[in-house]
């Protein structure tokens, strides 16, 4: 079965801090990742996928299959940057999507 | 192009009342689910189409029931509401490369 998991609940940075919100996941064929960012009495988003390798809003994150993680990176948090962050997993080939229990962002101005 | 659409916006029942919660889509996908989001708990998937009339259950499907008769439209059943259906409910539908959600509902039972 596959299973996504963000370890932290919640992560607090400062402004123009660094921001790395953790996403590790267990699956043994070839997942796609992505991150889905749900900002205050807003629907959810995609924000990347990695098969895109794109950098969206500062975000990045990069697949390491090795550790099997997908974290996502931004060099300097900014106060709009505050959201719920979901990381998530879909089986390649397949619709169905698996996510992680989402970290709540909060930059302190 | 409205994307994905859900009503009620907001819901409160009593317990062992039944209700429809309504989802369309008018972007033509095919693949469409139903979670429920709860503190701590993130996104669980209810239930999913990849078609009209083809639907099967998710993680957490007891209590609820849904149906694909048209491409557009995936509604969401709850036939004896609980109070641990308390939660708020996202429809989505996708294309190959994301989802796309809609505004959810919030729903409260008493």
Not at chain 1, 57 to 70: M, Q, R
Not at chain 2, 5 to 33: I, R, W
Not at chain 2, 61 to 82: K, M
């Amino acid at each position: 079965a596959q299973r996504v998991t963000q370890p932290e609940k919640l992560l607090s940075v400062f402004k123009g801090a660094p921001v790395e919100l953790k996403c590790n996941y267990s699956y043994s064929g070839s997942p796609e990742l992505f991150w889905y960012v749900q900002y205050s009495r807003q629907r959810l988003q995609l924000l990347l996928r990695h098969i895109s390798r794109e950098s969206i809003k500062g975000f990045t994150a990069d697949l390491n299959k090795g550790e099997t993680s997908f974290h996502l990176k931004k060099p300097f948090a900014q106060e709009e940057d505050s959201a719920m962050y979901y990381c998530a997993l879909r089986r390649g080939g397949y619709q169905k999507v698996t996510f992680g229990t989402g970290t709540k962002l909060q930059v302190i101005p | 192009n409205a994307g994905v659409t859900q009503t009620p916006k907001f819901q409160v029942l009593k317990t062992g009342q039944s209700m429809t919660l309504q989802c369309a889509q008018d972007m033509n996908h095919e693949y469409m689910s139903w979670y429920r989001q709860d503190p701590g708990m993130g996104l669980r998937l209810i239930h999913y189409s990849v078609g009209a009339g083809i639907t099967d259950q998710g993680e957490v499907p007891n209590g609820y029931n849904v149906s694909r008769s048209t491409t557009e439209d995936f509604p969401l059943r709850l036939l004896s509401a609980a109070p641990s259906q308390t939660s708020v409910y996202f429809c989505a539908s996708s294309n190959l490369d994301t989802q796309y959600f809609g505004p959810g509902t919030r729903l409260t039972v008493l």
